[in-house]
């Protein structure tokens, strides 16, 4: 008996470190990544993809690497009490961004044109992560912004729908949970994530 308790307690102490540390799971609550990702949906995050968050730290213990341009990420946004939200990577740190003519362009190179609905950017390999967008005629232009050192610039997939870094700024690195690597919920929309 004591054997099979010895066996269930370090079984609890691998689930809870496994969630805590490692995967994360979080509830979309708003339509701002549209067309990909849509409110309710479950997404499960790879919390070690940039580094070890600990629950009970400001920031990453340790990080081994940062997000490419295109990653979906899940941070604690500093502007919403510290809440878990869902955003794509535009710009990383040195990017110049602006939007003008309803077009987004990076480091004076358009990403995407209104009328193609239709965003690509370079990965650090080389390749090329393309994804929709919902754009809006009634963006105006802004920019030109340059993504300070240990920060990020995150925009939602909804252009028109989204809260993002064209309202509250660039967001420091250290508030990165992780990257969203699969939708689970729901199971007719089962899809990985990490080439999207």
Same mark, same amino acid.
């Given at each position: 008996?004591?054997?099979?308790?010895?066996?269930?307690?370090?079984?609890?102490?691998?689930?809870?470190?496994?969630?805590?540390?490692?995967?994360?799971?979080?509830?979309?609550?708003?339509?701002?990544?549209?067309?990909?990702?849509?409110?309710?949906?479950? %997404?499960?995050?790879?919390?070690?993809?940039?580094?070890?968050?600990?629950?009970?730290? #400001?920031?990453?213990?340790?990080?081994?690497?940062?997000?490419?341009?295109?990653? %979906?990420?899940?941070?604690?946004?500093?502007?919403?009490?510290?809440?878990?939200?869902?955003?794509?990577?535009?710009?990383?740190?040195?990017?110049?961004?602006?939007?003008?003519?309803?077009?987004?362009?990076?480091?004076?190179?358009?990403?995407?044109?209104?009328?193609?609905?239709?965003?690509?950017?370079?990965?650090?390999?080389?390749?090329?992560?393309?994804?929709?967008?919902?754009?809006?005629?009634?963006?105006? #232009?802004?920019?030109?912004?340059?993504?300070?050192?240990?920060?990020? &610039?995150?925009?939602?997939?909804?252009?028109?729908?989204?809260?993002?870094?064209?309202?509250?700024?660039?967001?420091?690195?250290?508030?990165?949970?992780?990257?969203?690597?699969?939708? &689970?919920?729901?199971?007719?929309?089962?899809?990985?994530?990490?080439?999207?």
């Amino acid at each position: 008996m004591k054997r099979f308790i010895g066996i269930i307690t370090i079984c609890i102490f691998l689930l809870l470190v496994l969630r805590l540390c490692i995967v994360g799971v979080v509830y979309v609550q708003s339509n701002s990544m549209q067309p990909l990702i849509s409110k309710n949906e479950g %997404i499960i995050v790879d919390q070690l993809a940039f580094g070890l968050n600990l629950p009970w730290l #400001d920031r990453p213990l340790f990080a081994w690497r940062s997000p490419n341009h295109g990653d %979906i990420v899940v941070f604690e946004n500093p502007h919403d009490q510290g809440k878990l939200w869902l955003k794509r990577v535009i710009g990383l740190p040195g990017d110049t961004l602006y939007f003008h003519d309803h077009r987004l362009l990076l480091n004076g190179e358009a990403i995407g044109d209104f009328n193609e609905k239709l965003e690509t950017m370079k990965t650090p390999q080389g390749n090329s992560r393309s994804f929709r967008t919902w754009t809006s005629w009634l963006e105006e #232009d802004w920019g030109p912004v340059v993504v300070p050192k240990e920060s990020i &610039f995150l925009m939602g997939d909804h252009r028109g729908a989204s809260l993002d870094s064209r309202v509250w700024g660039s967001i420091s690195v250290e508030h990165l949970q992780g990257r969203a690597v699969l939708r &689970f919920w729901p199971l007719n929309k089962f899809e990985l994530l990490t080439d999207r």
